[in-house]
Each structure stands twice: as structure tokens, then as C-alpha cells.
């Protein structure tokens, strides 16, 4: 029986061959490999267009016809990354997943990675099907070799999901739902120590909907989400494992896109963990994943396998994907319905900000002063003294030192730090020590200064600061530089480009919530691109983008999606080049999710050959009272190192102390 979705239809990617002849197939495949070489296109073309039961009479009917086992004889004929998917394709699923467990239990070293993905994902009877397949293929129990293989709560979690026994769906009891959010808030938060066995027997036992309706309640009571619980409460593989299982319980679809995405995005692949998803998933809920793909990430599926892969690896690959969701209206309406889910969920969901600079307890102006003015006397500078007092100071603490300091010695604190200090420790301290609206006035003066203007800080500021924020600004600018901020941009930039930046510079967006006829409007106006005219597009795109509240363009964004199946950074990027371009989609990230547009920047500065300290120190002074913490935790969800640890790797010496010191903690 075909696995079918929600309202009954079949979801996968691979459908059945019509008018299937075994015998044939079997013969076409020999024939491909006799003689000299093989002829790749005809095993790939034949593999991919038949279901995984296809496959099975293929190889039965091979055997028969020519007395060989076709699973060799493909591994003979092809290498690398291309037979492990051919190869893959012609197993069952069970014994598919049963091979990948086993090699990520032998050798020297185990592949949590590939254990997670398996064992969180699969339903109760692809379990028993594994369980089954593993005894087997290897005459093995794969409890026992978990067990030999793991440790601690990890191993603990694995044989309970190796069981199996999770409650089915239609198992929801109202009277335990609430039970169960305040178990999981005393196993954790309000408990000295975390109670990891009643994580492992809720997580790993309750119906899927009814833990999506404890995951509701827990952050009804506790005022985050579970993920976040489980993130300060966990660590290291039981914190993934626990991870993992809880996306999967919410969407798993969403799970597998984004296992698909880090298998692709930055260098290199993770061909392992792509051909895995693509092989496991081709027969179940790959159209969902692909939906979730395009939504989430902005780019089709097909689109980044095409541009990640190459050779018949890639032809394989894209066969399985079965289509590019670039292709407007391809599967719209289950398309618009996925992204309409993330939408009412993400609004849903009051993320609260978290910076990671708090204010000091029993904080003392007059003691602190001292401790500065000690520091910075006679022969040589106590470095080590100054970022201890500035990097755990609130802002408005700062300010207070500043005023104490010049009171009790007569001195310019600012001007002693600037002549005590140097290069990028300097920046980032003396960053500090200034008010939010006089570092972002200076930082955009800077970006105007001298030969070329550096428009991505121009950018960056202006397309991700509030109301109160860019007024602020102005009057640092201009008590500053004795002119207009305005006058300043119009002068420095030119087009389309200064009147977006001058809109935003104004500090004028709508205030309050969404006008759901008023966002359909809008999303109509901006999904108009047919008159061909890049003028007008981009003013009617000034027009909304820049003027209209948060909340109002989460909604236009969703009405965008359900008219056209594409992100409307999609259409942007298509229609629109240069600095227009980059303005418009920093807007967008920027209401979409500031905190991840904030960690990809951060990402951005430190990856590859040499940092750009200049922006690192910038998001690093600007964001830490607001939002860095949730930046931290989005940073480690992306890029799958913590920001604590990619500083420590790519900066040195006292300029990395007081970075670490600012970034609150290692995730």
C-alpha cells in the first residue's frame, strides 16, 4: 500500500511504472552492463522511474534469467557516491535502514548523526520493520548493538524508540496532556539537576498529536518552547537526539528539508545524509519535503541538488526530487498550505528576545570609575580589568561610568580608552561605551566616508532597526555631525537605492497589526511583474516594504506565497540587481527572523580565510542587550557549531576575550 498524506494522497516522488514487466526490466538492466563498460543513463533512467516493490521483482526476475545477484553486478559496474544510490534504491527500506545502521555502529567511531535521523523518524512499524531486517541481514539483535555502541541517556532514548511503541495518533488524553507539560517544566527548569528518564519516557512514548498538544501547553506555562528547554537543559548527542525527535513529532517534513539543507549548503557535501533522505523519503512525503524546502529555504530543492551535484549522481538525484518547485504553481495549493502552517505558527509562537548583556547586580558607578581610571595609570594598560568592567555593564550602566568618571578625575573616559587601546579591542570597547544610536550613527557615518560607500552597512542598519530605533539615530546624527541623516544618505547614494534607504530612514513604519484585505492587496501589487517594468516594480515594492508594520508584512509574505508558490525574496532576487536588491532582502529577512538574518551575517564574517572584524564587532556591540542570545541559539541551528566556538577559533588575544565575554556562553 502506498503512503499517502493527510487527505489520503499519495506523497512520494517515485510512483509505480505503469504497464511494469519484471522480466524486461531485468533484461534492459543486462544488457546495460554486458561488455565493455555500462551504459549508466539507461540504469538510471530504469531505477528511478520504478517503485521500491518494482525493484524487488526486478532483482528476483534478474536471478531467474541469468542466475546472478543484480545488486553485485551494480557494484561492480558503478563506483562511488552513484552505486551507493543505485545500490540503496534496490534494497527494501528496512534493510536500507538496517545497512546505514550498520555502518554507522562499526569501525572506530559511531555515526550519532545517522542513528538520530533514523530512529527519531520512523513510525512504530518502520521500526519493527528495521528490527526485523537488521536480525536478518546480520543474524544480530540491534538493541544489543546499540546498547554495545552508546552510552548514558543517548543509549537510554535509542532503545526506548527501538521498541516502537510510541501511542498511535488517535491516543490523546486531555487530563495527561497538561500533566505531562508540567513534568517536562519540573524535570527541567524548575529542577536542580535535569530529570532526563521523564524527557525519554514522554518524549519517547506519547501519539505525536498528543505531544504537539503538550508542546502548546508547555509553552503556555513556561513561556518558551520545549526546544528551548531542551537546549539549556541537555547536551551533547541526548540534547540532539531530543532535538531531532521533537521535530519530527511537530513536522516531518520540515525535519528531513532541513537535514537536506545542511547536507548541502556551505563547502563540500554530506553525500552520506543526502542520498539517505533521498533514497528513504522518495516513496513517502518527498513532495511535502520539497514544499517545506522552498518555503523555508527560499530555493527550490531541485534548484540546490542541481547546483550541488554533478555527473549521474546528480541525474539520479533530481529523477528521485521529481520536480522544481521553482516552476510556478507546480504543487501550489499543498505549497501555500505548508507555508500558511509555518506562517500561523511562527505568529503563534511570541519569541521572546534575549540579549546576553544584563545589568550588573549592586552595580557602583563610583567603584567602577576607579577600577578604569586604576587600569589605565602609569606604565602599561590592565586590558583584562577594562573588559571585565565594560562587557558585563548594561548600556545605560556605561553611561553612568562615563558621567562618574569625568566627575571624580576630570577626565574624558572615552578619550584615556582610546589612547590606552588599539586596533579591534579598541573598536569593540569604545562601541560599548557608547549609546545604541551614537555607535549605529557612527558606524553609518563611517559607511559614507572617504572613496565608496560601503552600502551593506547602510543596509544592515537601516533595514533591521524600529521606529524608536532610527529616531534615536537621527539625533545622534545629527548632535554628531551637525546634519540630517537624510541629507547625508541623498548626498552619498543615488535612484531607487536612496529612496529606499531615505524612507527607512525616517523611521515612519505603520504601527500595529495586520489588515488581512489590506496585506492581499499588497501581495497582489507585488506579485505584479508582468508589465516588465523595474521601475515601477520597485516602487510599488518601496511602497509596502517600507512603510507597513511586521506583523502586516508577515501576513502580505503569506498572501504572496498562496498567489504565487514563490518567496517573495524569490521575486525580488529575480526582477531586481545590485543595492536595490540587497535592501529589499534584508527587509524581508529582517521580518521574517531577525535573529537568523543576524547569525548569517555573523557567519558570514568569520568563515573561510580572515574575519571581518569590522562587521563582527559591529552585530556583536549592537545586538548584545537585544537579541543575542536568540541569535546564539538560531547560529548553532544553522551552521551547527556554536558562535562561542567559531569566535574562539577565528579571533585571538584580548579582542577574543571580550568578544566571548559579550557572546554569554557556549552553546
Not at 121 to 150: F, K, P, W
Not at 166 to 171: A, K, L, S
Not at 190 to 213: C, M, P, V
Not at 428 to 441: E, H, K, R, V, Y
Amino acid at each position: 500500500m502506498a503512503p499517502t498524506g493527510k487527505a489520503g494522497r499519495y506523497r512520494g516522488s517515485v510512483k509505480e511504472f505503469p504497464n511494469f514487466n519484471a522480466s524486461q526490466d531485468a533484461e534492459a538492466l543486462y544488457n546495460a552492463m554486458k561488455g565493455f563498460g555500462s551504459d549508466k543513463e539507461a540504469i538510471l533512467d530504469l531505477i528511478t522511474s520504478r517503485s521500491n516493490k518494482q525493484r524487488i521483482e526486478i532483482s528476483q526476475a534478474y536471478k531467474s534469467l541469468y542466475g546472478k545477484d543484480l545488486i553485485s553486478d551494480l557494484k561492480r559496474e558503478l563506483t562511488g557516491k552513484f552505486e551507493r544510490l543505485i545500490v540503496g534504491l534496490m534494497r527494501p527500506l528496512a534493510y536500507f535502514d538496517a545497512k546505514e545502521i550498520k555502518d554507522a555502529l562499526q569501525g572506530i567511531g559511531t555515526d550519532e548523526k545517522c542513528l538520530i535521523e533514523i530512529l527519531a523518524s520512523r513510525t512504530n512499524q518502520q521500526i519493527h520493520n528495521l528490527v526485523e531486517a537488521y536480525r536478518d541481514a546480520y543474524e544480530r539483535e540491534l538493541e544489543a548493538d546499540v546498547l554495545g555502541d552508546t552510552s548514558g541517556h543517548f543509549k537510554k532514548m535509542l532503545v526506548v524508540l527501538l521498541q516502537g511503541t510510541r501511542e498511535e495518533d488517535d491516543v490523546v488524553s486531555e487530563d495527561l496532556v497538561e500533566q505531562d507539560a508540567k513534568d517536562l517544566l519540573e524535570a527541567g527548569n524548575l529542577k536542580w539537576g535535569t530529570d532526563e528518564a521523564q524527557f525519554i519516557y514522554i518524549l519517547g512514548n506519547r501519539s505525536k498529536q498528543h505531544l504537539r498538544l503538550v508542546f502548546d501547553e508547555y509553552l503556555k506555562i513556561s513561556g518558551k518552547p520545549i526546544e528551548d528547554s531542551i537546549r539549556g537543559e541537555l547536551s551533547g548527542d541526548i540534547e540532539k537526539l531530543m532535538l531531532s525527535v521533537v521535530k519530527c513529532i511537530r513536522s516531518t517534513p520540515e525535519y528531513f528539508a532541513e537535514r537536506l539543507y545542511k547536507a548541502m549548503k556551505g563547502l563540500g557535501t554530506k553525500d552520506n545524509t543526502l542520498i539517505r533522505v533521498m533514497v528513504s523519503r522518495s516513496e513517502i512525503d518527498m513532495l511535502d519535503i520539497r514544499e517545506v524546502f522552498r518555503t523555508k529555504y527560499e530555493k527550490s530543492l531541485h534548484s540546490m541538488i542541481k547546483d550541488d551535484t554533478s555527473g549521474e549522481y546528480k541525474k539520479a538525484l533530481l529523477k528521485l526530487c521529481g520536480g522544481d518547485d521553482d516552476a510556478a504553481g507546480e504543487f501550489f495549493p499543498e505549497a501555500a498550505q505548508v507555508a500558511y502552517r509555518m506562517w500561523e505558527l511562527s505568529a503563534v509562537a511570541k519569541v521572546e528576545l534575549r540579549g546576553t548583556v544584563h545589568p550588573a547586580a549592586d552595580f557602583n558607578a563610583d567603584g567602577d570609575a576607579k577600577v578604569l581610571r586604576k587600569a589605565m595609570k602609569g606604565l602599561g594598560t590592565d586590558e583584562g580589568a577594562i573588559i571585565d568592567v565594560v562587557t558585563h555593564r548594561s548600556n545605560a550602566q556605561r553611561q553612568e561610568i562615563l558621567k562618574t568618571y569625568k566627575s571624580h578625575f576630570g577626565r574624558d573616559l572615552m578619550a584615556d580608552l582610546k589612547s590606552e587601546l588599539s586596533g579591534s579591542l579598541a573598536k569593540l570597547i569604545l562601541g560599548l561605551m557608547m549609546t545604541p544610536a551614537q555607535f549605529d550613527a557612527k558606524q553609518l557615518k563611517k559607511a559614507m566616508e572617504g572613496a565608496g560607500t560601503d552600502e551593506n552597512i547602510l543596509i544592515e542598519i537601516l533595514a533591521t532597526r524600529n521606529n524608536r530605533e532610527i529616531q534615536a539615530i537621527n539625533e545622534a546624527y545629527r548632535a554628531a555631525y551637525h546634519k540630517s541623516l537624510e541629507d547625508a544618505l541623498s548626498s552619498d547614494t543615488s535612484g531607487h537605492f536612496k529612496r529606499i534607504l531615505v524612507s527607512l530612514a525616517l523611521g515612519n513604519r505603520d504601527k500595529g497589526g495586520e489588515d488581512l484585505a489590506q496585506a492581499h492587496e499588497d501581495a497582489k501589487k507585488l506579485s505584479d511583474v508582468s508589465s516588465g517594468d523595474s521601475t515601477s516594480l520597485e516602487t510599488r515594492f518601496l511602497s509596502i516594504l517600507c512603510t507597513r508594520s511586521y506583523p502586516h508584512l508577515r501576513r502580505v509574505f503569506q498572501e504572496f506565497i498562496k498567489m504565487t508558490n514563490h518567496d517573495v525574496a524569490h521575486t525580488i532576487r529575480k526582477h531586481m540587481s545590485g543595492d536595490v536588491r540587497d535592501a529589499f532582502v534584508a527587509i524581508v529577512r529582517s521580518v521574517k527572523d531577525k535573529p537568523a538574518f543576524f547569525a548569517d551575517k555573523l557567519y558570514d564574517s568569520m568563515k573561510g580565510i580572515g574575519t571581518d572584524e569590522r562587521t563582527l564587532t559591529r552585530i556583536m556591540v549592537s545586538r548584545s542587550e537585544i537579541d543575542l542570545l536568540n541569535i546564539r541559539r538560531v547560529f548553532k541551528e544553522m551552521h551547527e557549531k556554536s558562535l562561542h566556538h567559531m569566535i574562539e577559533k577565528d579571533t585571538s588575544g584580548d579582542y577574543c576575550k571580550a568578544l566571548l565575554a559579550i557572546c554569554g556562553g557556549d552553546d
